[in-house]
T-cell receptor, first 116, second 118 residues
Framework: AQTVTQSQPEMSVQEAETVTLSCTYDTSESNYYLFWYKQPPSRQMILVIRQEAYKQQNATENRFSVNFQKAAKSFSLKISDSQLGDTAMYFCAFMKPYQGAQKLVFGQGTRLTINP | DVKVTQSSRYLVKRTGEKVFLECVQDMDHENMFWYRQDPGLGLRLIYFSYDVKMKEKGDIPEGYSVSREKKERFSLILESASTNQTSMYLC?????????????????FGEGSRLTVL
């Protein structure tokens, strides 16, 4: 079974700084998908960024980018120029595609606080 | 915009009560999921459904059941609530089909239902 590990339960940085959240996973699959989800306080969880394992290029979405190291099974999220609105729980997730519902396996989460 | 609505944001129930958590999505998604979220444990999958009347157990199905009689609605049932079921429950939905066909695989979540069992 796949597992996802986020080793940083909490992080705190100053506004405008760059912060990197870590995620490692364990799988024997060669094709899979990785995600970072954001859960702001008392609000719905939303997708931040997605990476397909067969793509060498790291995904980017505006200030959010990933460092995908397939051999090391590592998938970190970098937030540049952090903003107060980035304060949230961040979850890393793994998905193995197969016919039918494709389940996501989530990590434990990292609580990120951006300080003014 | 996709909307996933969970019927109750906060519930307080007593041990042994039967509890229904309702989830409705408005985007005709085939796949629906129930997760529970606990500090330090992240999100754990309870049950999921890939079509009407179809359901599969997730990683922690014990003590729960589900119902999906209509495509837009997925209910989580606690037959006899216990204190260890105190948690945040998250419903999510997603379009069906292979992720490899170009679909993003993105899950759309509801706001969550915080259940306290006394």
């Amino acid at each position: 079974a796949q597992t996802v590990t986020q080793s940083q339960p909490e992080m705190s940085v100053q506004e405008a700084e760059t912060v990197t959240l870590s995620c490692t996973y364990d799988t024997s699959e060669s094709n899979y998908y990785l995600f970072w989800y954001k859960q702001p306080p008392s609000r719905q969880m939303i997708l931040v960024i997605r990476q397909e394992a067969y793509k060498q290029q790291n995904a980017t979405e505006n200030r959010f980018s990933v460092n995908f190291q397939k051999a090391a099974k590592s998938f970190s999220l970098k937030i540049s120029d952090s903003q107060l609105g980035d304060t949230a729980m961040y979850f890393c997730a793994f998905m193995k595609p197969y016919q039918g519902a494709q389940k996501l396996v989530f990590g434990q989460g990292t609580r990120l606080t951006i300080n003014p | 915009d996709v909307k996933v609505t969970q019927s109750s944001r906060y519930l307080v129930k007593r041990t042994g009560e039967k509890v229904f958590l309702e989830c409705v999505q408005d985007m005709d998604h085939e796949n629906m999921f129930w997760y529970r979220q606990d500090p330090g444990l992240g999100l754990r999958l309870i049950y999921f459904s890939y079509d009407v009347k179809m359901k599969e157990k997730g990683d922690i199905p014990e003590g729960y059941s589900v119902s999906r009689e209509k495509k837009e609605r997925f209910s989580l049932i606690l037959e006899s609530a216990s204190t260890n079921q105190t948690s945040m429950y998250l419903c999510a939905s997603r379009m069906g089909g292979f992720a490899s066909t170009g679909l993003t695989g993105e899950l759309f979540f509801g706001e969550g239902s915080r259940l306290t069992v006394l």
